[in-house]
């Protein structure tokens, strides 16, 4: 099945640092999706993305789609307590049945005060 | 505003128990429905997912099965629980003409 490569796998930062993550996918995408996953819920979604360059904010996060198609980046600025968790990108490649989304293995962020 | 609800929210069940774990979306008409399993090590593995009543796609042949038997219900089911369905189960549900899913607070099953 597609692979979406997700990396780094952890992150140890000291709170106040900006954070960088990124994915990486062997197809073209058409959406992108980044969420975040708190310890024993279920993942939220942050950002959407639609199209190739686009550069989207949401409060410290901003997430930009790739213009290969293929890759994502998600940074976090000004990183505080609350941002552990874990981050995931997703997405469907160019082939994906409506709704079928493949998921990178995440991010798992911890942030030290 | 949409919800979705899962329960029960822990389960703890013996080797060879059935299963039955509950999905409802509130304030939205024919969702996709999904049902994703996420283990220990973090990633989300997608189980099934329905496009309409009745209708169930599955991705992973195994010990479970889904159903579909109202709109904005989908129930996650097994005969005989193995050891390995041990997890995290997760309901996403997403518009039909979008890829943005939307998950439950999930369940934590764990079998002894």
């Known amino acids: 099945g597609q692979q979406l490569n997700q990396s780094p796998q952890s992150m140890f930062i000291q709170e106040g640092e900006d954070v960088s993550m990124n994915c990486t996918s062997s197809s073209i995408f058409n959406t992108w999706l980044w969420y975040k996953q708190d310890p024993g819920e279920g993942p939220v979604l942050l950002i959407a993305?639609?199209?190739?360059?686009e550069l989207t904010s949401n409060g410290r996060l901003t997430a930009q789609f790739g213009i290969t198609r293929k890759d994502s980046f998600l940074n976090i600025s000004a990183s505080i307590p609350s941002d552990v968790g874990i981050y995931f990108c997703?997405?469907?490649?160019?082939?994906?049945?409506?709704?079928?989304?493949?998921f990178g293995r995440g991010t798992q962020l911890t942030v030290w005060p | 505003s949409q919800t979705i609800h899962q329960w029960p929210a822990t389960l703890v069940q013996p080797v060879g128990s059935p299963l039955s774990l509950e999905c409802t979306v509130e304030?939205?008409?024919?969702?996709?429905l999904y049902w994703y399993r996420q283990a220990a090590g973090r990633g989300l593995q997608l189980l099934f997912y329905s496009v309409g009543i009745g209708q169930i796609s599955s991705e992973v042949p195994q010990n479970l099965s889904a159903s579909r038997p109202q709109d904005r219900q989908f129930i996650l089911s097994s005969k005989k629980l193995l050891l390995s369905d041990s997890g995290f189960y997760l309901c996403a549900w997403s518009p039909g003409e979008f890829y943005e899913q939307y998950f439950g607070p999930g369940t934590r099953l764990t079998v002894t």
């Open positions: 993305l639609y199209k190739a360059g």
């Open positions: 997703a997405g469907p490649n160019r082939g994906s049945t409506l709704g079928r989304l493949y």
């Open positions: 304030g939205t008409s024919n969702p996709n």
